[in-house]
């Protein structure tokens, strides 16, 4: 699946990789691309391994806000 989230937060490209590679370390996430101009995360995972909530909850770890 292939899911965009709308986030606050993110200020500068190091707050795109931390949230990046924050998911992508969640097993079933096989990318993640955050752009903090567009204030948005495009994450391509496997739905039968992680779910959309567990995606906002590490989201929400980096210390942002989904707004979607």
Known sequence: MRMEIQVSGMRCS????LVSEALEELDGVSKAKASYLNGVIEVEYDSSMVDSEALKKVI????FTVTT
């Open 60 to 63: 929400g770890e980096q210390g």
């Open 14 to 17: 190091g707050c795109e990789i």
